[in-house]
């Protein structure tokens, strides 16, 4: 068997409101699709991290870098086929964009290799721990309107999510410590007492800034302050996992298995959350959670995007072993956007209806058991929305 040829597919929509994090405001969706043929006419899908004019750049890694690298070769030799770009691309860039290329042609090779063996991902690795995750579901963005009136927002859609039948809810900061408390405030209001919320910087903050923020939560019993400062302060998430009782979790922007040795031997995360679009693929995923239980650090994925990066994870959560194990285990969870998005809702031929499924079971959702990744994008769709 033989790759026959690799097609980057990125797609875009303007969306219905302009949306934002700390760092920007955005009024786009993006989704960056890859998709590897072979002799054989089975055909494997991933999809690489990185939205609008990031995609661009990774179309063209893919395409012109890594395919002629690859052309030819057993898609079978998934691991052999990893070594051979990573080598070759090292010397131009061991973490970011050329890691994000590279995830989505490891991930459609995996798809190649489910389907070809007629098991779920799942089943390849080593076979589901759990047949069904729990679903947390994020929204709470920015928006570009005063933190009186974005406040008064967030109360509500926070208790829209619960009301949706998520197990827990996220939200975002990014104004500033002061305001972002009351933010923070304003979604402990909306949900409730009892109900689990999380908060997301997005590494907005220095380390006093972060402490301040981080104190509040505590008082408001957040269950973990994501990316609280710089991925490359490595010092700064020490401090503050030593200093503060709130979750401390990170590392959506840290890549391979050599960045994810150096920061969880730091000792500054208590949840990792590694993002398979962005740092190596499955491949690599596998090695660096072996590495998180290593450490003895539970992992909650991250994951953004479309309907192929959430059936990527669906799988990778069923087949995360327990750690540390036990009669009411320690479970991962599913992150899942509950914002506008027609990639993650319209893109497949099945949908997944994840949101569905969370208010039908209490916030619970199924591995797909098909072939692969278990889902097939739709190609009228692809088409519709393709921008390069
Ligand atoms: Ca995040």
């Excluded at 959350?273 to 959670?289: D, F, H, K, M, T």
């Excluded at 194990?325 to 031929?349: A, C, I, Q, S, Y």
Aim: charged residues 20%; negative net charge.
């Amino acid at each position: 068997m033989k790759i026959t040829k690799i097609t980057s597919h990125v797609l875009q929509y303007d969306l219905p409101e302009q949306l934002g994090y700390s760092q920007q405001y955005y009024a786009k969706r993006s989704a960056h699709l890859v998709e590897v043929e072979t002799d054989e006419g089975i055909t494997g899908w991933g999809e690489c991290f990185g939205p609008g004019h990031i995609a661009l750049a990774n179309k063209a890694i893919v395409e012109q870098v890594i395919q002629p690298m690859i052309l030819g070769a057993d898609p079978m030799d998934r691991d052999v086929i990893w070594h051979k770009v990573y080598n070759l691309m090292r010397d131009h860039g061991q973490k970011g964009m050329p890691m994000q290329a590279l995830s989505g042609v490891d991930i459609a090779l995996w798809d190649i290799a489910g389907k070809v063996a007629n098991l779920p991902v799942h089943k390849l690795i080593g076979g589901a721990h759990r047949d069904h995750v729990t679903v947390y579901g994020y929204g709470m963005m920015l928006r570009p309107e005063p933190v009186a009136d974005l406040a008064a927002r967030f109360v509500d859609e926070a208790a829209e999510i619960r009301d949706m039948g998520f197990a827990a809810t996220k939200m975002k900061v990014g104004l500033g410590p002061k305001d972002d408390v009351t933010l923070a405030q304003a979604v402990r209001r909306g949900v409730g007492e009892d109900f689990r919320f999380m908060v997301d910087a997005n590494h907005c903050y220095t380390t006093s800034d972060a402490f301040y923020v981080g104190r509040a939560l505590e008082e408001l019993e957040a269950y973990w302050f994501e990316e609280p400062v710089a991925p490359e302060d490595h010092d700064g998430y020490r401090e503050l996992r030593a200093g503060l009782k709130v979750n401390i979790s990170g590392g959506e922007a840290e890549f391979g298995r050599w960045g994810w040795r150096q920061i969880l031997e730091n000792r500054g995360l208590d949840i990792a959350q590694p993002e398979v679009c962005a740092l190596g693929g499955i491949s690599e995923y596998l090695r660096v959670l072996a590495l998180c239980h290593a450490h003895f650090t539970p992992v909650i994925n991250h994951v953004w995007g479309s309907a192929i990066a959430v059936a990527t994870n669906l799988q990778l959560l069923a087949a995360m072993p327990p750690m540390p194990g036990g009669l009411h285990p320690w479970e991962p969870m599913l992150e899942f956007d509950t914002t506008d998005n027609k990639f993650r809702d319209d893109l497949l031929v099945e949908p997944l209806n994840i949101q569905r499924q969370v208010k039908q079971s209490g916030g619970m959702v199924a591995i797909p058991q098909g072939a692969g990744l278990g889902v097939e994008p739709d190609r009228a769709v692809i088409d519709h929305y393709k921008i390069a």
